[in-house]
């Protein structure tokens, strides 16, 4: 069973940083573009970061400048970097392939910022 286990959430301050790890299993992540995803409480799901194969990335709008992701090939982990962190991200954040695929889901790691 192919799994991705997010880490790294907890509560942090309004400015704070966080860094999330995913790691992967290697059948998944040697070939796929890998993202992380967020959802708050009642609203969708939403794309936050991604990274390809080859490392380029792209970032939603929200988080430009002040989240990066990156990867580990060696170690079949992805990672954000979260800096400057506001009350609105507080979410629960997943990583999964880009597009997401519905078996990979897991239970993610809950961020919370306090303002």
């Known amino acids: 069973q192919v799994q991705l286990v997010e880490s790294g959430g907890g509560l942090v301050q309004a400015g704070g940083s966080l860094r999330l790890s995913c790691a992967a299993d290697?059948?998944?992540?040697?070939?796929?573009?890998m993202g992380w995803y967020r959802q708050a409480p009642g609203k969708q799901r939403e794309s936050v970061a991604v990274?390809?194969?080859?490392?380029?990335?792209n970032y939603a709008d929200s988080v430009k400048g002040r989240f990066t992701i990156s990867r580990d090939n060696a170690k079949n982990t992805v990672y954000l970097q979260m800096n400057s962190l506001k009350p609105e991200d507080t979410a629960v954040y997943y990583c999964?392939?880009?597009?997401?695929?519905?078996?990979?889901w897991g239970q993610g790691t809950q961020v919370t910022v306090s303002s």
């Open positions: 999964n392939t880009v597009p997401g695929r519905d078996q990979y």
């Open positions: 290697r059948r998944v992540f040697s070939v796929n573009t």
């Open positions: 990274i390809t194969s080859y490392g380029i990335t």
